[in-house]
């Protein structure tokens, strides 16, 4: 087991110091960490919400609307369902050393980048050429 990495309450990762340090690494970890609760903590409300919010509503349009709210929230969830798999996956690479690296270059992605997404798993120029080469693809 890995001994606590000590980081201020305000750091964040900086350009200057060694790229993916134990530092920045613990940052990023923590992160995803607190992402990751956010998101479970509003699925396990969403449940509650569910269960008890289940009425008989004697107006059509009522019950229309209620469901309409039911499934979009429920596509909602599913999304940050898939979004905690990339989270886990992020934490993965954490702890494999591949985090902060392109899967497809190999080249560091920007801290800027990690920081607004930490679960990028390309450099921004890669993801462009990614999602024209799908736009390309998906209109054969």
């Given at each position: 087991?890995?001994?606590?990495?000590?980081?201020p309450?305000?750091?964040?990762?900086?350009?200057?110091?060694?790229?993916?340090?134990?530092r920045?690494?613990?940052?990023?970890?923590?992160?995803?960490?607190?992402?990751?609760?956010e998101?479970?903590?509003?699925?396990?409300?969403?449940?509650?919400?569910l269960a008890?919010?289940?009425?008989?509503?004697?107006?059509?349009?009522d019950?229309a609307?209620?469901?309409?709210?039911?499934?979009?929230?429920?596509?909602?969830?599913?999304?940050?369902?898939?979004?905690?798999?990339?989270?886990?996956?992020?934490?993965r690479?954490?702890?494999?050393?591949?985090?902060?690296?392109?899967?497809?270059?190999?080249?560091p992605?920007?801290?800027?980048?990690?920081?607004?997404?930490?679960?990028?798993?390309?450099?921004?120029?890669?993801q462009?050429?990614?999602?024209r080469?799908?736009?390309?693809?998906?209109?054969?």
């Amino acid at each position: 087991m890995k001994p606590e990495v000590f980081l201020p309450d305000d750091y964040r990762p900086a350009e200057d110091e060694p790229f993916m340090s134990e530092r920045q690494l613990e940052y990023f970890r923590r992160k995803l960490l607190a992402w990751k609760e956010e998101i479970l903590s509003g699925s396990k409300e969403t449940l509650a919400g569910l269960a008890s919010g289940s009425r008989n509503l004697p107006d059509i349009a009522d019950r229309a609307s209620e469901e309409t709210d039911r499934a979009l929230e429920l596509r909602t969830r599913d999304r940050q369902r898939k979004l905690v798999a990339k989270i886990d996956s992020a934490l993965r690479r954490i702890e494999n050393g591949e985090f902060g690296y392109c899967d497809v270059t190999g080249e560091p992605i920007s801290l800027r980048r990690l920081d607004a997404r930490p679960i990028a798993t390309m450099t921004l120029e890669a993801q462009e050429r990614h999602e024209r080469s799908e736009r390309v693809h998906r209109d054969d």
